[in-house]
């Protein structure tokens, strides 16, 4: 089974930019995307972004439409979520995980969390 690594969460203040990474022990057939949740406190997870490891299309929730960009870096098997304009809404454990064939299927590994608190 897939391991996933989260790194990058920090505090930040509001406007500030953030760059989330999502570091794969590999990338198989088991799975054929890579999503970003978060869960802020006292609420329910959120899928945030979505992207397929073949062709690449990308999907993102409203709220982060505009503001929130997903990348792949194919040789470093990592996944990135940069995050610019960040509000403190944004403020919650961002995870990754993997979803089998397309950013439709259904969930597989999940990586650890990492924290993002936007606060001035």
């Known amino acids: 089974q897939v391991q996933l690594v989260e790194s990058g969460g920090g505090l930040v203040q509001p406007g500030g930019s953030l760059t989330l990474s999502c570091a794969a022990s590999?990338?198989?057939?088991?799975?054929?995307?890579i999503v970003w949740f978060r869960q802020a406190p006292g609420k329910g997870r959120e899928e945030v972004s979505c992207?397929?490891?073949?062709?690449?299309?990308?999907h993102y929730a409203e709220s982060v439409k505009g503001r929130f960009t997903i990348s792949i870096e194919y040789a470093k098997t990592s996944v990135y979520l940069q995050m610019n304009r960040l509000e403190p809404e944004d403020t919650a454990v961002y995870y990754c995980?993997?979803?089998?064939?397309?950013?439709?299927?259904?969930?597989?590994?999940w990586g650890q969390g990492t924290r993002v608190t936007v606060s001035s």
């Open positions: 995980a993997t979803r089998r064939w397309t950013c439709s299927g259904s969930i597989g590994s």
């Open positions: 590999a990338f198989t057939s088991d799975y054929g995307a």
């Open positions: 992207i397929s490891l073949i062709g690449g299309s990308k």
